[in-house]
């Protein structure tokens, strides 16, 4: 059981930043992907950017380049560096745990833009 903690959400200003930070408890399982998904109420869970232990990443086409994923391997950690926040952008941000015997989430963390 891969257990994540979440944090740096909050409330952001348009055209603002935020940092998401995401720590992973250490189990033995290898983390192939780590990384963020969204939620607003009333829509699926939806990818914001992942990143692969080869260091592959993969960003959802509403990013257009705002955002930036890093990984601390050695640490177990995922970074979400938001930049020129939008209203649209307001949602709960969960980290995702990838590994062979499944998919593990974080508590989620609240984000909101809005002036």
């Known amino acids: 059981q891969v257990q994540l903690v979440e944090s740096g959400g909050g409330l952001a200003q348009p055209g603002g930043s935020l940092r998401l930070s995401c720590a992973a408890s250490r189990t033995g399982l290898a983390l192939n992907v780590m990384g963020w998904y969204r939620q607003v109420p009333g829509k699926q869970r939806e990818l914001v950017a992942t990143q692969t232990l080869g260091a592959n990443t993969h960003f959802a086409d509403f990013v257009k380049g705002r955002f930036t994923i890093s990984r601390d391997i050695v640490k177990l950690t995922v970074d979400l560096q938001m930049d020129y926040l939008e209203p649209e952008d307001t949602a709960v941000y969960f980290c995702?745990?990838?590994?062979?015997?499944?998919?593990?989430w974080g508590q989620g963390t609240q984000v909101t833009v809005s002036s």
């Open positions: 995702l745990a990838r590994t062979l015997q499944g998919d593990y």
